[in-house]
């Protein structure tokens, strides 16, 4: 043990957080080391000080101000939720802001028809370079993106994605809910099997959705301005634990579901509140994903329309729907390189079929339609 | 600021919610003022983090009132000293204090010239927290001062258990060395 190393764990020792062997070993260290044992004595001696000093009090009439405080119904200062920004973040947001601007100029200035000659001059450079794949005939082309050219999929973007899916699975199962409550009500509990079912299938997905939400919190690389909108993840990921949702019946949606859904009130705004990190070096970006798509393999699949592996060996990929463009990226997993395309951009899966992707089941994924259709209730 | 209805929290939770009164405010109200250097306003911030508290009891779980109130408190007291303008300078008015001092006599120094002497060690110490660099003294006043755990001081200052080790132990060493001529070793 070097003394650096001994320094930092006479911190550790003071507060009784070295484990035992680790413990006895800092003190054979500090019994013949001079310095070090100076310094023991010294933090003791410090730390003694300090827990010396004199408690402020409350007034006595803390206690009665508050009570009459809290009759008199006065509500939560706005202050309370009201996280510093530190300034590293300040200008991150300055940069991730210029950048988005400069990126949609030059996708505005992509869409624009430019005449033949002036093309070559951009291709490959700031856009999916496009160029006629070998087998097309005069007249048919194909436009086509270059691998590099495509943006990585980062943790941001599965972030939000993930948010608005989350959205989606609250909004559909509240609405199948009251329609549930509807028909038991009016005594036409015939055919509620395939509601109950859906209802489930919903509730499972915000436990996913939420459990990776929560994790990419719990690591910073996203946070929420609302710390309710926090709290409330919480909540559902905790009360729609798949072991209690596994039965997936009427009982299941009564007493897990429905309770979880009412106690929640601002969890509609979820993709509003969320705050991503914005800039991300490729090995963080890379180690954070792939922990998502081991932890959660079905995730990624819920998130987005994927295509596995290397399907182009001549590294350009067919953009077939001119609409498609910057909304496929590059996700690299232990397969090797894969083409996703977050769910709730793409407006036509039926387009993707044609690039080999999959789109999965309308049932168990939220489309381009709902997500921006569906509205939080009321 | 809003008005809303009164809504009785369980009696369950309000046990805790008046255990946690009884035993966080007087470490609230210490923490905050030594954020702010001005004891009212310490008071108040207190009062308003329980205020907050009691409205989102069915929110935080008892277990975590302790970690809650004290970010709470810190979102109040960096908002206030945004909107004074001040730098993160505490104790600026502390002397001045003379309601309820930090700087209280030790009491078992009786003499004057012992009460003196109490006194100005005191004030040595807290002037040396203060010297101690904003970003390290926010993880000794929670750990040090207030006894939070790592894990609860890491989710006040929302930062990894790891970084608030650290932190506590520069602000220690720093402290250390500030308060060395009142060390007998």
Known sequence: MNCRTAHYELSLNLDGRLPSGRHAMLMEHVDGCGPCATLWKELQAAQSLALRMPRQRVSNGFRDQLWQRIQSGE????????????????????????????????????????PEKSRSATEGVLQPRLVARGDATPGNTQPTASYASLAPLTPDLLAREAALQFRNNYVQASSQLAALEGRQAGSTAQGAEPIVRSVCDHAVQMHDLGSVLLRLREDEHVTFSNPQVDAELRMMVQL?????????????????????????????????????????????????????????????????????????PGKDVPVVDPQLQGRIFVFQDDCGTNLVAPRSTVANPATLLRLGMQPAPEAATGTADRASTSQPPR | MTVRTVEQPDPVTLVAFNRALAEHADGLKAYAARMLGDSTAAEDVAQDAFL??????????????????????????????????????????????????????????????????????????????????????????????????????????????????????????????????????
């Open chain 1, 240 to 312: 729609l634990d798949e072991e209690r949702l596994s039965r997936g019946d009427m009982d299941t949606v009564r007493t897990v579901v429905a309770p979880a859904l009412r106690r929640v009130h601002r969890i509609a705004a979820l993709p509003e509140d969320l705050r991503v990190r914005g800039i991300w070096t490729p090995a963080e970006r890379q180690q954070v994903l792939m922990r998502i798509s081991i932890d959660r393999p079905q995730v990624i699949g819920r998130l987005f329309y994927v295509m596995p592996g290397q399907p182009f």
């Open chain 2, 52 to 185: 907050a508290l009691y409205r989102h009891l069915h929110q935080v779980p008892s277990s975590a009132f302790r970690p809650w109130l004290y970010r709470v408190a810190r979102n109040l007291c960096l908002d206030q000293l945004r909107r004074r303008k001040f730098k993160l300078s505490l104790f600026r008015d502390l002397q001045r204090d003379d309601d309820q001092s930090f700087t209280a006599e030790d009491p078992t120094a009786h003499a004057p010239d012992q009460l003196a002497e109490s006194r100005e060690a005191n004030a040595a110490i807290e002037s040396a927290i203060e010297q101690i660099p904003p970003k390290f003294r926010e993880a000794f006043l929670l750990c040090e001062m207030e006894g939070l755990s790592y894990e609860d001081a890491a989710a006040v200052l929302g930062c990894p258990v790891k970084t608030v080790s650290t932190r506590l132990f520069r602000a220690r060493k720093r402290f250390q060395s500030l308060v060395s001529r009142l060390i007998k070793v």
């Open chain 1, 75 to 114: 509500g939560t200062p706005e202050a309370v939720f009201r996280e510093p920004v530190p300034l590293v973040s300040k200008v991150r947001y300055v940069l991730a802001g210029a950048a988005a601007a400069a990126a949609v100029l030059l996708a505005l200035d992509a869409l624009q028809p430019a």
